[in-house]
């Protein structure tokens, strides 16, 4: 039996106290061992080591001797387990650091100053994140370096609107985007238009300094412009965000102020294309290639084949569960599509359209668990995990959902009704009834969603 380097799920005994108990459990084990494997501390030490006076970055070198002052700033979800490790490799060199993370994420560190601020909808701490992330990078001269870590969740951690903008505009604006049921970056082609620091810009204040860019990648292809947002030019246009707005029927709801600014095109409004000559260098230290291909090894040394779906994984979530769902149910059917027992994986980002004054709490991993095990029945030996891999699953403290054909039942069986619940996304108390969600606390990663669907 493999070894879990680290407990990541907390609730295991209760998820593993009924229903398909030996399946539950590998689906967990596979989870777990996957969430391990894209820890960006230990990948940031495999990414940047020190050698007496050399810093080596993804195998490209400085010469510390030449650099007169090196700080650190950063912000996202994975960004403190990046923090750490840089901590650990610069120490003493490093003159100033600030990195801001989601609230109840954050520990001391000895040269990195760490603050909090909230996630997926910003607030005051947020803005006053960025004004740190702005003195920093225009203090920052030729010869000095600055060390920019970046992850998801950046852009509620740190927000710092255009003028005529304000804070409770772009606090409106993320609310808003967050519920429409757009791709993340669709969401992100509207906020950076409506942000001094977003699609490069801050990259333009930290020049002529040399910057070096981290990222731990929740973008479905691992684009670099996606994950390096501060410090990479932006191929989005001011356009599409007015196109993004119109597309998810919010430009009548959004802001009057917002409306305004994006009715008049000027030049200055749009993002840079370029930085031109600025010295930059970016290394992705974990991919969300790296989520899929763990959970592969994994479920192999438990006895499944593992069969990738798809990396790209879109859409509503409940709709995307029982897509993939059924696709498991004629697995298990035919024996046709794959060779059982086997272990189904899909990783990307879907989503959760809000109409209306929701009745509960939930999120896009705990809506995809439940819509998949809808049409699921006690006879068919199949399991579904779906989790966040930063372990806060929407605005939750859950992780995402583990169901399987008991699930329905169980509900039911304490009068509720499965199907309502969900549809009124109130899947947060549905499965915390049921015992099917997965609790791990911070991860401190933040990949791709992961879903794990096992069939024997």
Same mark, same amino acid.
């Given at each position: 039996?493999?070894?879990?380097?680290?407990?990541?799920?907390?609730?295991?005994?209760?998820?593993?106290?009924?229903?398909?108990?030996?399946?539950?459990?590998?689906?967990?084990?596979?989870?777990?061992?996957?969430?391990?494997?894209?820890?960006?501390?230990?990948?940031?030490?495999?990414?940047?080591?020190?050698?007496?006076?050399?810093?080596?970055?993804?195998?490209?070198?400085?010469?510390?001797?030449?650099?007169?002052?090196?700080?650190?700033?950063?912000?996202?979800?994975?960004?403190?387990?990046?923090?750490?490790?840089?901590?650990?490799?610069?120490?003493?060199?490093?003159?100033?650091?600030?990195?801001?993370?989601?609230?109840?994420?954050?520990?001391?560190?000895?040269?990195?100053?760490?603050?909090?601020?909230?996630?997926?909808?910003?607030?005051?701490?947020?803005?006053?994140?960025?004004?740190?992330?702005?003195?920093?990078?225009?203090?920052?001269?030729?010869?000095?370096?600055?060390?920019?870590?970046?992850?998801?969740?950046?852009?509620?951690?740190?927000?710092?609107?255009?003028?005529?903008?304000?804070?409770?505009?772009?606090?409106?604006?993320?609310?808003?985007?967050?519920?429409?049921?757009?791709?993340?970056?669709?969401?992100?082609?509207?906020?950076?238009?409506?942000?001094?620091?977003?699609?490069?810009? !801050? $990259?333009?204040?930290?020049?002529?300094? =040399?910057?070096?860019?981290?990222?731990? *990648?929740?973008?479905? +292809?691992?684009? #670099?412009?996606?994950?390096?947002?501060?410090?990479?030019?932006?191929?989005?246009?001011?356009?599409?965000?007015?196109?993004?707005?119109?597309?998810?029927?919010?430009?009548?709801?959004?802001?009057?102020?917002?409306?305004?600014?994006?009715?008049?095109?000027?030049?200055?409004?749009?993002?840079?294309?370029?930085?031109?000559?600025?010295?930059?260098?970016?290394?992705?230290?974990?991919?969300?290639?790296?989520?899929?291909?763990?959970?592969?090894?994994?479920?192999?040394? !438990? $006895?499944?084949?593992?069969?990738?779906? =798809?990396?790209?994984?879109?859409?509503? *979530?409940?709709?995307? +569960?029982?897509? #993939?769902?059924?696709?498991?149910?004629?697995?298990?059917?035919?024996?046709?599509?794959?060779?059982?027992?086997?272990?189904?994986?899909?990783?990307?980002?879907?989503?959760?359209?809000?109409?209306?004054?929701?009745?509960?709490?939930?999120?896009?991993?705990?809506?995809?668990?439940?819509?998949?095990?809808?049409?699921?029945?006690?006879?068919?030996?199949?399991?579904?995990?779906?989790?966040?891999?930063?372990?806060?699953?929407?605005?939750?403290?859950?992780?995402?959902? !583990?169901?399987?054909?008991?699930?329905?039942?169980?509900?039911?069986?304490?009068?509720?009704?499965?199907?309502?619940?969900?549809?009124?996304?109130?899947?947060?108390?549905?499965?915390?009834?049921?015992?099917?969600?997965?609790?791990?606390?911070?991860?401190?990663?933040?990949?791709?969603?992961?879903?794990?669907?096992?069939?024997?």
């Amino acid at each position: 039996m493999p070894i879990i380097k680290n407990q990541m799920i907390k609730n295991r005994e209760e998820l593993l106290s009924h229903g398909l108990v030996k399946a539950r459990k590998s689906c967990l084990d596979i989870i777990e061992y996957a969430l391990n494997e894209v820890d960006p501390y230990h990948a940031t030490h495999r990414a940047v080591q020190l050698h007496q006076e050399i810093l080596i970055v993804d195998n490209q070198e400085y010469d510390l001797k030449t650099i007169d002052h090196i700080y650190v700033i950063g912000a996202g979800k994975a960004t403190f387990r990046q923090a750490q490790a840089m901590d650990e490799i610069l120490g003493d060199r490093i003159d100033e650091g600030v990195v801001v993370v989601k609230h109840g994420q954050a520990k001391p560190l000895n040269h990195i100053k760490i603050l909090e601020s909230a996630h997926p909808v910003p607030d005051q701490n947020s803005f006053e994140a960025s004004l740190e992330m702005i003195r920093l990078s225009k203090k920052a001269k030729e010869n000095d370096l600055v060390i920019c870590l970046m992850s998801g969740g950046v852009s509620s951690n740190c927000c710092y609107p255009v003028d005529g903008i304000t804070d409770a505009d772009k606090i409106e604006m993320n609310r808003l985007l967050v519920h429409c049921g757009a791709q993340v970056t669709e969401i992100m082609s509207v906020r950076r238009h409506l942000s001094k620091i977003k699609g490069g810009r !801050l $990259g333009l204040m930290i020049q002529p300094a =040399t910057c070096i860019t981290l990222t731990v *990648s929740d973008a479905i +292809g691992d684009p #670099l412009e996606w994950n390096a947002d501060w410090t990479h030019p932006d191929s989005s246009t001011f356009q599409d965000a007015v196109d993004i707005l119109h597309r998810y029927g919010l430009w009548d709801k959004i802001p009057a102020r917002v409306r305004d600014y994006f009715s008049n095109f000027t030049k200055e409004k749009e993002t840079p294309k370029s930085l031109g000559n600025g010295k930059f260098q970016y290394c992705m230290t974990v991919k969300t290639e790296d989520l899929w291909k763990a959970a592969e090894k994994q479920s192999k040394k !438990l $006895g499944f084949t593992p069969y990738l779906l =798809t990396s790209e994984l879109k859409g509503e *979530s409940r709709e995307a +569960g029982r897509v #993939l769902c059924s696709i498991a149910r004629e697995a298990h059917k035919s024996h046709k599509l794959f060779d059982i027992p086997c272990a189904l994986i899909a990783t990307g980002e879907t989503g959760v359209r809000i109409h209306g004054e929701p009745k509960g709490k939930g999120g896009a991993n705990q809506e995809l668990g439940c819509g998949a095990c809808l049409d699921l029945t006690p006879e068919e030996n199949i399991v579904v995990g779906a989790i966040d891999t930063d372990g806060t699953d929407g605005p939750t403290d859950y992780a995402g959902a !583990l169901t399987d054909g008991f699930s329905v039942n169980r509900a039911q069986g304490m009068g509720m009704d499965f199907h309502r619940e969900l549809m009124e996304h109130n899947t947060s108390e549905l499965l915390k009834n049921i015992s099917d969600i997965i609790y791990t606390g911070h991860t401190g990663s933040n990949v791709n969603d992961l879903v794990v669907i096992l069939v024997s």
